[in-house]
């Protein structure tokens, strides 16, 4: 099965920095904000959806 949530730490060991990592996560989080999903605006939730890291970095996981 494939994971479905992504996280900083994931991004990380896929090789981007802490910085770049920490943004992708931040901007997916904003995405899934405007998108109505309130659930993602919390600052304490580090995990986010696959596919929209994806979207993001267009690159496939």
């Known amino acids: 099965m494939e ?3 992504i996280t900083k730490n994931d991004l990380m060991k896929q090789g981007l920095k802490e910085g770049t990592a920490r943004k992708v996560i931040h901007e997916a989080k904003m995405i899934l904000v405007n998108q ?7 600052k304490r939730l580090g995990a986010v959806p696959v596919s929209v890291v994806e979207e993001i970095l267009h690159v496939k996981f």
Not at 36 to 42: I, K, L, M
């Open 3 to 5: 994971k479905q949530l």
């Open 36 to 42: 109505g999903f309130q659930f993602y605006n919390n």
